[in-house]
């Protein structure tokens, strides 16, 4: 009796004070920053005054409760991206029909859209087909599988937005994951494999106009301010070397720290080829479905050069692909369980909090606070105090917007140091791309985490030497490259 007793009983759980601890970490950071007296205004270098509002206080205690719970993950990633929509509406920082709204914002559809892509590109046997053709390529060797996957993710990412790459690679690596370990524990390749795709989709991007929405927007912007034009084939010119020095680094990054259990996988080549050949002929559902997302990923290209289509969103195109899988019977309802809405809920909560920053000018109050303390700073000192600002906020708001809020302050106060504002436009735009401390920065991290590799603590650990690396290689670019290649960096007395 007593040993049935035993064997039933209920095993208790050991209280998890580290949870619990970092938890009320957050909820603590959140009370100083929102309940302290108010703080002085920002002052830029013209003298105007930037007044901190309840409002972006509350924002501002927002970000650190957020922060502190992603890295730590105190509760699951998508329930903290809630706890940012319930916070704003209690607290009155935003408006709940404001801050909810954002979690269907059209880039969350589109990240939506992505990971249905990604689905289906496994349903149908396309990713086994990918997978299979690539190791039969690249051996045996784990550092030229890195590197192989590296170099495709990259490549791709000239031709179409970081996070259709990123949906597109997932599945792919995930097969070739289950190549390598039979386990479902995470390994030091898994880690390696999924961290470093996010990593370098992130160091393709800044390439070329088609990796992300930020570059035209960016262009644009600069357009107005300095009345100067940014041509497709300059951004990929200055923006080339730089890219694919940080996806070398990177591979040389994750062969250190995350160094593959086995040198070599034995046989791994022939058993690919092998494996390969048993697939047989494409199937109607793996042609359909490459003819639907190479429709979809030229159409999206083309919204670039064809005037007539630059009025349709990226978004409806990219989400036109998921009805076509459920029309065409490709996907069935139930496949919509297999959707990561934890990783959905995520990005509706950093969506949130990027607004909310943004809307209640906290985020400026931020960039003319930080920029101000390099007034008097050298040129290059200067350059890299913007690069690092926009390299941290890109990690919490849309790229785009840390720029929005920095180059116009950097550009006023540019001419003063003698500084072009060309190299401030690129040093930003590399380092807007390039988001590696948090989950939420990108949605490349997002979907690399879920492959259950890694945890968004080990993400940002990897994130700040990652960063460090970037940082480097800006100052390398500042410094020596960029000038070699004729980009201006201080202007001519």
Not at 42 to 49: E, L, V
Not at 150 to 165: E, G, R
Not at 416 to 422: I, Q
């Amino acid at each position: 009796m007593s040993s049935t007793y035993v064997a039933t009983a209920e095993v208790k759980a050991p209280f998890d004070w580290k949870r619990v601890f970092f938890l009320f970490l957050g909820v603590a950071l959140f009370s100083i920053i929102y309940f302290a007296p108010p703080w002085p205004d920002a002052i830029d270098p013209m003298g105007k005054h930037f007044t901190l509002s309840v409002q972006g206080k509350g924002a501002l205690a927002l970000f650190a409760l957020a922060a502190t719970w992603w890295i730590f993950e105190v509760l699951p990633i998508g329930v903290t991206g809630i706890a940012i929509g319930v916070i704003q509406a209690l607290f009155l920082i935003r408006k709940p029909e404001v801050a909810f709204k954002d979690f269907m914002d059209p880039s969350v559809l589109f990240i939506f859209g992505s990971i249905v892509i990604g689905l289906v590109f496994t349903k149908s046997g396309l990713t086994k087909r990918m997978a299979y053709k690539m190791l039969s390529i690249v051996g045996e060797r784990t550092s030229m599988i890195y590197l192989g996957c590296f170099v495709m993710t990259v490549a791709l990412t000239h031709l179409m937005a970081h996070t259709a790459v990123a949906a597109t690679m997932f599945p792919l690596l995930m097969a070739i994951n289950a190549l390598y370990s039979d386990s479902d524990q995470p390994t030091k390749f898994g880690k390696g494999l999924f961290i470093g795709m996010a990593y370098v989709a992130g160091a393709g991007s800044i390439i070329t106009l088609l990796g992300s929405a930020r570059a035209a927007v960016a262009i644009a912007f600069f357009k107005e301010m300095t009345g100067k034009e940014i041509s497709f084939f300059e951004l990929t010119l200055y923006l080339l070397p730089l890219g694919w020095i940080m996806m070398m680094l990177i591979w040389g990054m994750m062969m250190i720290f995350c160094k593959p259990e086995k040198a070599i996988i034995p046989g791994l080549k022939e058993r690919a080829k092998r494996m390969y050949t048993e697939l047989g002929g494409w199937s109607r559902n793996e042609i359909m479905t490459l003819v639907i997302v190479l429709s979809v990923i030229i159409l999206i290209a083309a919204k670039n050069w064809v005037p007539a289509l630059k009025t349709i969103d990226k978004t409806a195109i990219l989400l036109s692909s998921t009805l076509l899988f459920f029309i065409l019977n490709i996907l069935k309802i139930e496949d919509l369980e297999d959707i990561p809405w934890n990783i959905i809920l995520l990005f509706g909560g950093a969506m949130s909090i990027g607004f909310c920053l943004w809307q209640t000018h906290a985020a400026e109050w931020l960039a003319v606070n930080w920029l101000a303390l390099f007034k008097e700073a050298s040129g290059v000192v200067f350059i890299l105090g913007i690069a690092f600002f926009v390299m941290v906020m890109t990690n919490f708001i849309m790229n785009v917007a840390a720029i929005a809020i920095s180059l116009p302050v950097a550009l006023v106060i540019a001419p003063y140091l003698g500084v072009a504002g060309e190299v401030i436009f690129f040093a930003s735009l590399a380092t807007a791309g390039m988001p590696f401390f948090l989950l939420i920065g990108a949605a490349p991290n997002a979907i690399a985490y879920g492959s259950k590799q890694f945890t968004a603590g080990e993400f940002f650990r990897y994130g700040i030497m990652a960063s460090v690396v970037l940082m480097f290689v800006v100052w390398v670019m500042v410094t020596v490259v960029w000038p070699l290649m004729g980009l201006p960096i201080m202007l001519a007395k």
